[in-house]
């Protein structure tokens, strides 16, 4: 059993020695998933990678409940990142746009390296939707899209094939595609 895993398996939720102990474990990996969120944003971005990672420890530090392990708490980063992202970007496009909507297209390149507000607000709005068609389309779309994992990560974490994943993946992107584009019009 790694190291993670044990302290995430015998932690309370109140634990603040086990944060203690598992912050400097995970700190590097979830700086590696932060920074690849951040790589596409304008160098006048005023979200960092390090604040990203410390907004995430909070909540994640934060919880009420819990996590079932090392995937279950990655899980639980990137689905706090996505909520991060999304915040700063609604507060942004509230101050800078009025709130407006632009058109976005939508392919593999923004799905895996958001490089705007608008484009991580329209993601967003449409996943919520996609959630309620297919949870677990839904769901691999935000291990990769906020968390930054692979299709083969991504698989294990939601304990499907990576068959299984590849066709939910591909389900996933045409449907976001076409909201996001229903959207623009």
Not at 10 to 39: G, I
Not at 113 to 121: G, I
Request: with cysteine; glycine share 6%; hydrophobic share 40%.
């Amino acid at each position: 059993m790694n190291e993670v895993t044990r302290i995430l398996d015998t932690a309370r939720p109140d634990d603040r020695h086990a944060a203690e102990q598992l912050l400097p474990l995970v700190y590097n990996e979830l700086r590696q998933l932060a920074a690849a969120k951040m790589a596409g944003q304008p160098s006048e971005h005023t979200l960092q990678p390090t604040a990203l990672v410390h907004e995430a420890w909070l909540r994640l530090a934060g919880a009420e409940a819990g996590f079932e392990g090392r995937t279950h708490f990655f899980a639980a980063a990137a689905e706090a990142m996505r909520h991060i992202l999304v915040d700063h970007a609604r507060r942004k496009n509230a101050h800078r746009h009025g709130g407006g909507r632009q058109k976005v297209e939508l392919n593999e390149e923004i799905l895996m390296c958001p490089d705007r507000s608008d484009q991580v607000l329209a993601v967003n709005e449409a996943l919520d939707k996609l959630a309620q068609v297919n949870r677990q389309g839904a769901d691999l779309v935000k291990l990769r899209y906020f968390g930054g994992l692979t299709l083969s990560e991504s698989s294990q974490v939601l304990q499907i094939s990576e068959r299984t994943a590849d066709s939910c993946w591909a389900y996933a992107k045409a449907w976001l595609y076409r909201e996001i584009k229903s959207q623009a019009h």
